[in-house]
């Protein structure tokens, strides 16, 4: 008789335990966001972009970088999209927006951050935070330098806007190409790029083959995992996605006009730094400092312009998301209830 009763008291706590499972899972999906897949055209140009939360919250633009596009955010989003209104959109030439051939459109950073501000005005937003990342510093800094009062915070993983930032091997060739696109093994005898000549066994490689090597597969891998402590954590959906569009007919020389582009960031660096200094916005550093692309002594030189920053490097690579994607988003999350969900809490 006693065991009988141990054994209904077991099946009657097995189905209550799987009855409280059932019941969180299901409040756990009712909480995760719906994220939105939409295209605008702006231009002309269809731009491809990424889409959650309330739009009458505060909203966060996510940028993104090379080689990449709005799937760089695609764990971020939900993560932030409880209390945020979140948009990420593709530059032209990146993701699922339009890749229109170089000789019919100005693939320049003048150009996009032109465009992804006319973007911005399209879809109704008026004020928003920033996420920086890699090519999105450069777009977004010239947006926030043309509206600064549009801008309610930064959040900057490695994002560069000082000279520090590209002082090292792999800027040395890409430096020289913004000289002479016609250039040969300009700035390519550094241990970085030795490594990449002797593989293509071209001992006097043209500068343009040298950018060229970085729209391959193995750049694009070593761009997710270098600096990272367990290669491993990297999920391949990364280049999985990526390279497929950087394979695609013309898009190749689309990155290289873009390279070539990157030479008009350093003379605006002072007047983003400028920008820094005279607005003051509320700024999160959350830096891959193991980047060998853009290293932590591009993070450093922000604290110098900015007197409210909190500034954290992280133990990872460029692609800080990818391995560290809920400590980057616990962190924005805290920063952004503080510094921009308070106030908007106060002014409704």
Same mark, same amino acid.
Do not use: C
């Given at each position: 008789?006693?065991?009988?009763?141990?054994?209904?008291?077991?099946?009657?706590?097995?189905?209550?335990?799987?009855?409280?499972?059932?019941?969180?899972?299901?409040?756990?999906?009712?909480?995760?966001?719906?994220?939105?897949?939409?295209?605008?055209t @702006?231009?002309?140009?269809? %731009?491809?972009?990424?889409?959650?939360? #309330?739009?009458?919250?505060?909203?966060? &633009?996510?940028?993104?970088g090379?080689?990449?596009?709005?799937?760089?955010?695609r764990?971020? !989003?939900?993560?932030?999209a409880?209390?945020?209104?979140?948009?990420?959109?593709?530059?032209?030439?990146?993701?699922?927006?339009?890749?229109?051939?170089?000789?019919?459109?100005?693939?320049?950073?003048?150009?996009?951050?032109r465009?992804?501000?006319?973007? @911005?005005?399209?879809?109704?937003?008026?004020?928003?935070?920033?996420?920086?990342?890699?090519?999105g510093?450069?777009?977004?800094? =010239?947006?926030?330098?043309?509206?600064?009062?549009?801008?309610?915070?930064?959040?900057?993983?490695?994002?560069?806007?000082?000279?520090?930032?590209? #002082?090292?091997?792999?800027?040395?060739? %890409?430096?020289?190409?913004?000289?002479?696109?016609?250039?040969v093994?300009?700035? &390519?005898?550094?241990?970085?790029?030795?490594?990449?000549?002797?593989?293509?066994?071209?001992?006097?490689?043209?500068?343009d083959?040298?950018?060229?090597?970085?729209?391959?597969?193995?750049?694009?891998?070593?761009?997710?995992?270098?600096?990272v /402590?367990?290669v491993? /954590?990297?999920s391949?959906?990364?280049?999985?996605?990526?390279?497929?569009?950087?394979?695609?007919?013309?898009?190749?020389? !689309?990155?290289?006009?873009?390279?070539?582009?990157?030479?008009?960031?350093?003379?605006?660096?002072?007047?983003?730094q400028?920008?820094? =200094?005279?607005?003051?916005?509320?700024?999160?550093i959350?830096?891959?400092?193991?980047?060998? %692309?853009?290293?932590?002594?591009?993070?450093?030189?922000?604290?110098?312009?900015l007197?409210?920053?909190?500034?954290? &490097? !992280?133990?990872?690579?460029?692609?800080?998301?990818?391995?560290?994607?809920?400590?980057?988003?616990?962190?924005?999350?805290?920063?952004?209830?503080?510094?921009?969900?308070?106030?908007? &809490?106060?002014?409704?």
């Open positions: 008789m006693t065991t009988l009763n141990i054994n209904k008291t077991a099946v009657w706590l097995f189905f209550a335990l799987l009855a409280v499972a059932s019941f969180q899972s299901a409040a756990r999906a009712e909480n995760v966001p719906n994220v939105s897949y939409r295209t605008i @702006v231009e002309d140009v269809d %731009i491809f972009y990424r889409e959650a939360g #309330d739009p009458n919250k505060p909203t966060i &633009l996510l940028l993104h090379f080689p990449t596009s709005s799937h760089m955010f764990d971020l !989003i939900p993560e932030l409880d209390q945020y209104h979140i948009v990420a959109p593709d530059y032209p030439g990146y993701g699922f927006s339009s890749m229109p051939a170089v000789n019919e459109f100005d693939y320049s950073f003048d150009n996009v951050a465009l992804i501000g006319k973007f @911005v005005n399209k879809i109704g937003v008026e004020k928003f935070s920033l996420y920086l990342m890699d090519y510093a450069p777009v977004g800094f =010239r947006i926030a330098t043309a509206q600064p009062d549009r801008i309610e915070s930064l959040i900057v993983q490695n994002g560069n806007a000082y000279n520090e930032g590209i #002082d090292n091997n792999f800027w040395e060739p %890409i430096k020289e190409y913004w000289k002479d696109r016609e250039a093994n300009k700035g &390519l005898d550094n241990d970085f790029w030795k490594n990449v000549k002797a593989a293509y066994k071209q001992p006097a490689m043209s500068n083959d040298a950018l060229r090597f970085l729209t391959t597969l193995g750049a694009t891998k070593w761009q997710y995992t270098n600096g /402590s367990n491993e /954590s990297v391949p959906d990364t280049w999985g996605h990526v390279q497929p569009l950087l394979d695609r007919e013309g898009n190749q020389d !689309i990155q290289l006009q873009m390279f070539y582009s990157y030479g008009s960031n350093p003379p605006l660096y002072p007047a983003w400028a920008y820094l =200094r005279n607005n003051e916005p509320p700024t999160l959350v830096w891959g400092k193991n980047d060998e %692309i853009f290293p932590a002594a591009g993070a450093e030189p922000y604290k110098k312009d007197k409210n920053v909190e500034y954290y &490097l !992280i133990d990872t690579g460029h692609f800080a998301l990818e391995t560290h994607g809920q400590e980057i988003a616990d962190l924005m999350r805290d920063f952004l209830n503080r510094k921009v969900g308070s106030t908007f &809490l106060a002014a409704n």
